[in-house]
């Protein structure tokens, strides 16, 4: 048995539009990881699935169970509290540790660790080409 048949109108036509709407969202987000080819790349394409996707779809909920309950049901904002807290230091935590692992593995495309320290010290930094020719492993393949 389901309380949809108790829904009006409008209210079944707005969750609807939202419930489209973050799906589309979210279905961006996965296209977006699929589609970029580097690991730094594919950790942004999802925030927007998880941040907008996700926030339509617990309007849409909220919507929905206000309109049946005849109160407002506010549960949801909980649920988005969490996933917006959340969702940035689990992607900051991949990031950092896909950064370890690349200058573990001698990645060339990761900036040297010095230069956050520079950076953070507010001492004024080389071009990257005087900092690329300066890294023992930038000289190229062996003879």
């Known amino acids: 048995m389901t309380h949809a048949a108790n829904l009006s109108a409008w209210a079944a036509l707005l969750t609807a539009f939202l419930v489209l709407l973050g799906a589309g969202l979210t279905l961006l987000g996965a296209i977006g990881t699929l589609r970029f080819r580097r690991f730094f790349e594919r950790v942004h394409a999802p925030t ?65 660790r010095a230069l956050l320290r520079r950076r953070s010290a507010g001492v004024e930094e080389p071009a990257l080409g005087d900092m690329m020719a300066t890294r023992p492993d930038s000289i190229g393949p062996e003879a």
Not at 73 to 92: D, K, Q, R, S, Y
């Open 48 to 112: 927007l699935g998880t941040s907008w996707g996700t926030g339509a779809i617990l309007l849409a909920s909220i919507v929905c169970f206000s309109a049946l309950g005849s109160r407002p049901i506010l549960h949801e904002f909980m649920i988005g509290a969490f996933i917006t807290v959340t969702t940035p230091v689990t992607l900051m935590l991949l990031a950092r540790a896909a950064l370890y692992r690349d200058r573990v593995e001698g990645n060339v495309d990761v900036p040297p």
